[in-house]
């Protein structure tokens, strides 16, 4: 079983010390992850403000190839409407081609109005922008020519120099699929990317990506094993942990309410393809139930608690690996490092031992040879 770690370089809350100062603590941890037998590193994008300070992956994950030499280096995700997909492409084969071939991609659409803003990207477009975008991408990547269409019509066909150096199938995902977009991922062959985890006791949501699989690529046909993620507190005392997991939990999901404006009602039904987002705003007075209740999706407890948890989410959706969150939501540094260095030694032996129906490492071996 592959089993990587993933950052949110989450500051939501966290007490003193720069900006810098951060990134810099988060790029040491992720290095770590190699030490302590992390098989992948996953960075995550977002820009403008503390919610997370991870603006540009591509170029922090090539930074931490010339710092390691084994573990996968993971985007999650590359925001695609945000985008050329042309500059896209050639910082991933870069990525590639400096790392020796340890990329593994995870896209997104992205959600939060003022990053569209900022960006300068008119967020009715953004679905457009998606689908034209990841496709120009993906193709690009497996032929080493991009050529532009629907939103990017005005891109000439060019040839990608350097080039990529191997195929991308296999090791390419999206999260958060949601309507039309699933229909772009499974025709350029992307995996499911599951962020959120269901909690302990509540009814898992149908597969709706499988369905659309099939229908697009054929009856016999199936996706790729999902990888999952999700967040994480490991400690010796399982109450201990099921309190600081809720509580940092909690800390993001308020971080997250504020980052995507869920607290401003009236605002989507205006933005093209967002519209249906209106129905998770919340009321000031819903707020801090809903994230109480969100809080209890935290996977917390002893080594053998957090184990038996992950053997029900592996029976549940028969991932090819893991990518957990075992820091978030403002944690200190020190509390951050123990939650790491613990799992690591009392979980991620076990884990890794466990078999999986089909590996993302495979795809890397199969390359090599």
């Known amino acids: 079983m592959h089993v990587g770690l993933a950052t949110g370089f989450a500051f939501q809350g966290r007490q003193g010390g720069s900006d810098a100062d951060f990134i810099r603590e988060e790029i040491d941890n992720l290095v770590m992850a190699e030490e302590l037998g992390f098989d992948s590193v996953w960075i995550t994008e977002h820009h403008f403000s503390d919610y997370s300070m991870s603006n540009d992956p591509l170029q922090l994950l090539t930074y931490i190839a010339g710092r390691t030499k084994h573990v996968k280096l993971g985007t999650q995700c590359i925001i695609v409407p945000w985008h050329n997909p042309v500059r896209t492409a050639e910082a991933i084969v870069n990525l590639d081609i400096l790392s020796g071939g340890r990329a593994i991609l995870g896209f997104g659409g992205g959600l939060a109005q003022h990053e569209f803003a900022g960006l300068g990207i008119d967020m009715s477009q953004s679905r457009e922008r998606y689908n034209d975008g990841l496709e120009m991408i993906c193709t690009a990547l497996e032929t080493g020519v991009i050529e532009g269409q629907g939103a990017f019509a005005h891109i000439a066909k060019s040839t990608l120099r350097p080039r ?18 699933m229909y772009t991922a499974a025709k350029m062959g992307c995996g499911n990317m599951v962020l959120m985890l269901p909690q302990r006791g509540k009814d898992v949501a149908p597969d709706k990506y499988t369905e659309v699989w099939k229908e697009v690529n054929g009856a016999d046909s199936s996706p790729p094993p999902p990888m999952l993620s999700g967040n994480f507190y490991i400690d010796e005392d399982g109450d201990y942990a099921e309190a600081q997991g809720r509580k ?43 994230v109480e209740d969100f809080s209890k999706g935290a996977v917390t407890g002893t080594p053998q608690m957090i184990l038996e948890r992950l053997w029900e989410l592996k029976e549940i959706f028969k991932p090819q690996g893991f990518f957990p969150h075992v820091y978030f939501g403002g944690m200190p540094k020190d509390e951050a490092r123990k939650n790491m260095r613990l799992f690591a030694e009392e979980v991620l032996p076990e884990l890794k031992s466990w078999e999986a129906d089909a590996s993302i490492d495979d795809r890397f071996l199969e390359a090599a040879e």
Not at 173 to 180: A, D, I, T, V
Not at 249 to 276: C, Q, S, W
């Open 248 to 290: 940092y939990l909690g800390n993001t999901m308020r971080a997250a309410i504020k980052n995507y404006h869920l607290d401003t009602p009236g605002v989507f039904p205006t933005i093209k393809g967002y519209e249906h987002y209106e129905k998770m705003v919340l009321a000031p007075e819903a707020v801090e139930p809903y």
């Open 164 to 181: 990529p150096i191997k195929s991308f199938e296999g090791r390419k995902f999206c999260g958060s699929l949601s309507g039309n977009s």
